[in-house]
């Protein structure tokens, strides 16, 4: 079964370069467009979509509050947040909102489709290690709560559990963390998923943003807090 992507986007120059990239490949295809965040709020109440690739600075409702409104449904499908520029504030704010990832609208095509791939399946973050460059620049503006957890369910983790989630928000790979900690690639996401669930998070994303809120990750080092 084909991907169904939506493309949102202000710029239709934009738009139609993304959809001949998309339409080329035989495993997705663009089944809804949108001009701005309240259009395709809109169009996804009647659009099955499994990626929005979703722009930021748009009229009307922009693609945060887009994003945000669309991941607090249930079943929602996932976003991927273009951005023009790197490490743009706008891009940081997405992430919070829910967002899986975020892109330059300038990528290389293989790394566009790749991305798109990567969200769809669940597997991954988009580009962990450009994630945490980005929050390592904006954790300053995050407020700080020292080392103790802001979230309590993160009391339920397991000791081991604490340590994967502290190696993802560093931006590690599953093939990092598993040679990091001397486990399999498959046990790693496993604990993973057991960490998304317990914490009420949708993605890796997430988990490095909550842990970063949380204080248990340094912004510029990325190590634990009170850690060597």
Not at 10 to 39: N, S
């Amino acid at each position: 079964m084909s991907i169904r992507v939506m493309l949102v986007d202000d710029q239709v120059l934009l738009r139609t370069g993304f959809r001949m990239v998309l339409a080329a490949q035989p495993d997705m295809e663009v089944v809804a467009e949108a001009g701005d965040g309240a259009e395709a709020i809109d169009i996804l109440r009647a659009t099955a979509v499994d990626v929005v690739l979703m722009d930021v600075r748009m009229p009307r409702l922009d693609g945060v509050e887009a994003t945000r409104r669309i991941c607090a449904e249930p079943n929602a499908p996932k976003v991927l947040i273009l951005t023009t520029f790197d490490l743009d504030e706008y891009a940081f704010s997405g992430l919070k909102a829910g967002a899986s990832g975020f892109m330059l609208k300038d990528v290389p095509p293989g790394e566009l489709l790749a991305a798109i791939r990567s969200v769809h399946s669940g597997d991954a973050v988009v580009a962990p290690s450009t994630t945490r460059r980005l929050l390592d620049r904006f954790s300053p503006m995050l407020p700080s709560h020292g080392a103790e957890p802001a979230n309590k369910d993160m009391e339920r983790l397991t000791d081991r559990e604490r340590e994967v989630m502290l190696l993802v928000a560093q931006g590690m790979s599953n093939g990092e963390i598993a040679a990091r900690l001397v486990l399999s690639e498959a046990t790693v996401k496993t604990h993973v998923g057991r960490i998304l669930t317990k914490l009420g998070l949708r993605d890796r994303v997430q988990v490095v943003v909550l842990a970063y809120e949380s204080g248990l990750v340094r912004a510029g080092g990325g190590g634990p807090v009170g850690g060597r």
